[in-house]
């Protein structure tokens, strides 16, 4: 039996899909253990607090809530040294983070500060008295590796949609802690960009619509930006050679160099389906593609394809989705 | 300035993988292998930094068996100065125990910047250089996807999801590179010739305890194959009644 300390992330004061992921994860673990206790920690700006409850719901036991007006923005220094001090007032069996921006760059701190193995991106984890056991996909998903820590503690960030953030009641208990300082010298934040409104994040949406080269202009994205509306809240990725030729954002790339999805519905609009976009969305729960050349690789992963111009399939299935979706 | 980069020497990512008779790595007959991709970023975002100072000296690094030592030539043919080998039998699957024994290295070598790739293609874990920064006690931003040096001073971009960061760091600092912030060079025949009688030396790593292990390597499972609807508008229908009765996501 022992405790689980979980990194529950914030943005904007808000809690993420991935903090509830983690508690997920680090319900099980602990369950597995024998049934200790969710530690988790929560570190905002003053009024984060008031958030707390809502880990409860997915089986943490306690909440650390640690409140400063630096935490307004990631201060990772101090997001690492706080939570590396609190893991040494407990045997945790594991501290858990989401592999995600934050998560990936605050668990090898928190390993190092503690002098904990670490294993990142997991998907599952087994535990057995001082090992645990995991699976983490490498060569951008084309291996998967299962790893075997050994030690009484560790630190695992798990892979953003691989565990379903599952209700489990537990009467959170909230316990205030103080932030420590940076024991590094720090990185400054001088500005947040933020990217496009009012879609969901790549890694959040369940949905995603993605286009390719085979959209053959960039003002032809509008189509692809027309289906995720008519899904209601999706997302709009695109291949690297689109983001290569700036008719995209870097940062909307899915792939093996750009982010990597697991969604519900992932749509492939003018996408051949080469290995470097394949190693994004592979893991796609649906895969839709529509292309015009039915030899394109993407037709060997995509449960549904249809084989036609995009330029005059997408905008009938636009009209036939929003149909479909009346009511909604 | 002087700047440090630790690369790792990984499998062409466009390769189609076979795992080895032990079942606990990949078969690396017949794999080509290279600098990483992030790494060779580094290298190039080093190799620029100092082109711009209009001096210093770029060193790089690799633990590995001997054949790391390739990469190591690889990166002074396109201009880094000098080489350190780390020799290990393997590169170990714990992070926190290669990011030791670099930090015992580099430690002491007055280094203003130390360059890694964001995480290599074959662990895809991005812990050993954040890791490094923390045994050194520097700054340290993890992924950029921008970084200059204004005024004695690092510059950074980091993306978030939807989002990016704009950063400033003290010097000396540990930054990992993502994509987007320089596309490597190719070695030139000059380069090629004067990366024979640059200085590559060689000692053990001091690795310590292995903490993780690879157990098991397996291919993923493979998708079911996929099914072609039909052509063209006249496959909407059954493409939406798929979509709300078996996707069962409309």
């Known amino acids: 039996m022992a405790n689980v300390l979980v990194f529950a992330e914030t943005r904007n004061g808000e809690l993420r899909k991935i903090a509830f992921e983690a508690v997920t994860a680090a319900r099980q673990l602990a369950d597995a253990t024998g049934g200790g206790e969710v530690h988790a920690f929560l570190a905002g700006a003053p009024g984060v607090g008031a958030k707390a409850a809502q880990l409860g719901i997915y089986g943490a036991d306690v909440v650390f809530v640690a409140e400063s007006a630096d935490f307004a923005q990631f201060a990772r220094e101090s997001f690492a040294a706080t939570i590396a001090d609190r893991a040494k007032l407990d045997a945790y069996r594991a501290i858990v983070l989401g592999f995600s921006a934050q998560g990936r760059d605050l668990g090898p701190r928190i390993a190092a500060k503690l002098d904990l193995p670490i294993v990142s991106d997991v998907t599952e984890i087994a535990s057995s008295g001082d090992t645990l056991t995991v699976k983490h996909p490498g060569y951008a998903n084309k291996v998967v590796l299962t790893l075997v820590v050994s030690g009484p503690s560790a630190v695992i960030s798990v892979r953003p949609s691989a565990f379903t953030a599952k209700e489990n009641a537990k009467p959170a208990r909230t316990e205030t802690i103080a932030a420590v300082p940076a024991k590094t010298p720090v990185v400054t934040v001088t500005e947040i960009k933020e990217g496009a409104k009012g879609r969901p994040d790549l890694g959040e949406a369940s949905i995603i619509i993605s286009g390719g080269r085979g959209l053959k202009a960039a003002e032809n994205f509008k189509l692809v930006e027309d289906l995720a509306d008519a899904f209601g809240n999706a997302a709009v990725g695109a291949t690297r050679a689109v983001t290569d030729d700036g008719w995209r954002p870097h940062s909307d790339q899915i792939g093996q160099t750009g982010r990597q999805v697991s969604p519900q519905l992932y749509v492939a609009l003018g996408i051949s389906g080469a290995i470097q976009h394949l190693a994004g969305m592979r893991t796609s729960k649906t895969i839709v593609a529509i292309n015009k050349d039915k030899e394109a690789p993407i037709f060997k992963v995509a449960d549904y394809g249809i084989v036609g111009d995009v330029l005059e399939v997408v905008p009938a299935l636009t009209a036939a989705i929003h149909e479909a979706r009346k009511g909604h | ?250």
Not at chain 2, 34 to 63: C, H, M, P, R, W
Not at chain 2, 87 to 100: L, Q, T
């Open chain 2, 1 to 250: 300035m002087k700047i440090a980069v630790c690369i790792k020497r990984t499998p062409d990512s466009e390769s189609r993988f076979k795992i080895a008779s032990t079942g606990a790595s990949i078969d690396e007959a017949g794999l080509k292998f290279d600098i990483d991709d992030f790494a060779s970023y580094a290298v190039e975002a080093a190799l620029q930094l100092n082109e711009k100072a209009g001096g210093g000296e770029t060193v790089v690094y690799a633990l590995g068996p001997d054949n790391v030592q390739e990469s190591l030539r690889k990166a002074m043919s396109m201009g880094v100065d000098r080489a350190v080998h780390l020799k290990a039998d393997k590169v170990p699957a714990d992070g926190i125990a290669i990011a030791k024994a670099l930090a015992a290295e580099l430690k002491g070598g007055g280094y203003d910047l130390v360059l890694f790739g964001k995480h290599a293609f074959d662990s895809s874990a991005g812990v050993v250089g954040t890791a490094t920064a923390e045994f050194l006690g520097v700054a340290c931003v993890t992924a950029a996807s921008e970084l200059r040096v204004e005024n004695g001073a690092g510059v950074a971009r980091r993306e978030l999801e939807g989002a990016a960061e704009m950063l400033t760091f003290p010097l000396p600092a540990v930054v990992t590179i993502d994509e987007g912030v320089a596309r490597p060079r190719y070695p030139s025949l000059k380069g090629i010739m004067a990366a024979k009688k640059k200085p590559l030396e060689s000692k053990p790593a001091q690795l310590g305890d292995i903490r993780v292990t690879v157990q098991k390597a397996e291919l993923p499972p493979e998708r079911p194959a996929g099914r072609i609807l039909g052509e063209g508008v006249a496959a909407i229908p059954e493409l939406v009644k798929l979509l709300q009765t078996e996707a069962k996501v409309l």
